[in-house]
């Protein structure tokens, strides 16, 4: 058939398209008794007509899915065919029911090998997400069965199936349409000879599926995030600094984000304000501002309802210095991270010893992660923090040059393709000519995400103006992410070889 003379089209089946139907199930199970009667189509029609879809070509009826609504925990263990289809070949359609039951996809011999059963199990798939479906659930046949009874049990022939060792017209398809076998059903169908009577039973899960819960309680699917991109400059005071960075919270605010990203060091000019006789000596006294800054922070996330990730800041704690970001909750409650891997600069100058654990923070947002700087550079920590189902990746950073701020950029961008997340970095501008070893800055603050289809085509989602003082706000789409973890062009979270390596914290 020349493909420029058809004219195909999705539609829902109504009682006229009978004849049809029954034409098409006739051709395609002659063994099996052919067409349902006209009451078994006219009862799915009824109870549930968005369930049931035909591929109209022309004028033609040229493919069918027939589907019933039904209770996910009743049909998601071991049943029969006369669990479904009833006597007298009724069928009843459960109007409670939270998932999908699939009942036949059959495609006209003429119009095979065009695809038209992927175009009918995708429209199955948007109509589960449409109605909030918990799965698809289906008993499949294994026809092809018959012909390795005598050499192998269905399990194995099943495992072989899934490794493409054998092909079997049914469970091949379901399983190339990312169905998945849930376990073997014996005597689903006793007279399918074919099969031996035996089915699997598949499904394809709603990656999207909310339970009816309260509203308060559902996860938001779209997130916004603001970055301040902090211009360095001199202050007389802490107070005058904390009324910037209020400025700015505010400002935020108002856009009603949920996360608003501060840059590394962003409240380095208070080292003027005291003894710089050495570096040393002027980090620890940048330290003693830190309880006093986050108090206020953790404020202002309470106050104007956004999580405040505090960029990062001098911890004097057990007589060392450390470099700590701080994730001040809206809910009032507050989450530090300190850096892991610290710099040469951080080391030798500053004496900054290096933190030993690594979070993932729950929050009413999504699971997310902060990374300072440096640390990102080191891929192991996002793939651990991605295994704790890390969503975005927060990274406040300083850097002083072009070429150190692009190893941060390109690293983040390559955290967030290999552990399918969103990435948000931030940094300072500006200079301060009276801090020693912080006379200049360099940033370009940016939103970043994996690479495919349904993300930007350069895996950017925002940025901003280089070495110009800033916000920047982005939304995120978390649906997105959740349809790529399970649906992607390529799956690196799923495809990994945990049976050849692994990567894990030791303590």
């Not at 089209?9 to 051709?27: G, Q």
């Not at 902060?370 to 793939?383: A, G, M, N, Q």
Request: glycine share 6%.
């Amino acid at each position: 058939m020349a493909s420029e003379r058809l004219q195909l089209e999705l539609c829902n089946l109504t009682l006229d398209h009978y004849p049809d139907i029954k034409v098409l199930m006739d051709e395609a199970y002659p063994e099996l008794g052919g067409a349902w009667p006209t009451h078994t189509i006219k009862r799915l029609i009824d109870q549930f007509p968005e369930g049931q879809i035909g591929v109209m070509d022309g004028d033609v009826l040229v493919g069918i899915a027939l589907s019933v609504q039904v209770n996910y925990k009743r049909f998601s263990n071991p049943h029969t065919y006369e669990d479904i289809v009833g006597t007298n070949d009724v069928i009843s359609s459960d109007p409670t029911g939270d998932a999908l039951y699939g009942l036949d996809v059959v495609i006209k011999k003429s119009h095979r090998g065009l695809r038209l059963g992927r175009r009918l199990y995708d429209a199955r798939k948007d109509l589960c997400r449409q109605y909030n479906f918990q799965a698809i659930l289906a008993g499949g046949r294994i026809p092809s069965y018959h012909n390795y009874r005598d050499t192998m049990s269905p399990m194995e022939f099943i495992q072989k199936v899934d490794t493409k060792e054998i092909y079997d017209p049914i469970l091949s398809f379901q399983l190339s349409n990312d169905f998945q076998v849930k376990r073997l059903l014996k005597k689903y169908l006793p007279e399918d000879s074919e099969s031996v009577g035996y089915a699997t039973l598949l499904e394809w899960n709603n990656i999207l599926y909310e339970p009816q819960d309260i509203v308060l309680d559902q996860r938001k699917t779209t997130v916004r995030v603001g970055a301040v991109q902090w211009q360095m400059r001199a202050v007389e005071s802490l107070e005058e600094m904390l009324k910037q960075v209020e400025f700015f919270v505010d400002t935020v605010s108002d856009y009603q984000s949920d996360f608003i990203l501060f840059p590394e060091f962003f409240n380095a000019p208070l080292m003027a304000l005291g003894p710089q006789s050495s570096q040393t000596e002027a980090i620890r006294h940048l330290a003693s501002y830190t309880d006093e800054i986050l108090n206020a922070m953790s404020r202002m996330a309470v106050e104007y309802n956004a999580n405040i990730i505090t960029g990062s800041m001098p911890l004097h704690k057990d007589g060392h210095i450390y470099n700590a970001a701080y994730l001040c909750h809206r809910s009032g409650r507050v989450d530090e991270q300190l850096k892991i891997h610290i710099t040469p600069h951080e080391k030798n100058d500053w004496v900054i010893r290096g933190g030993d654990k690594l979070d993932v923070f729950e929050t009413d947002a999504g699971r997310v992660g902060i990374l300072i700087c440096y640390d990102v550079e080191f891929p192991e920590l996002s793939r651990l923090m991605a295994e704790k189902g890390l969503q975005i990746l927060f990274v406040p950073f300083w850097t002083d040059t072009k070429n150190s701020y692009l190893r941060v950029r390109h690293c983040a961008h390559a955290r967030a393709i290999e552990n399918e997340c969103y990435v948000v970095i931030a940094g300072s501008v500006g200079n301060l000519p009276d801090v020693e070893s912080l006379d200049v800055q360099y940033s370009q603050s940016a939103v970043l995400t994996p690479s495919d289809f349904s993300f930007p085509h350069d895996a950017l989602l925002s940025e901003a103006t280089p070495n110009t003082e800033m916000l920047m706000f982005s939304d995120l789409d978390m649906d997105k992410l959740r349809i790529l973890h399970n649906e992607g062009s390529v799956r690196n979270l799923k495809d990994r070889r945990n049976d050849l390596y692994q990567v894990m914290l030791k303590k």
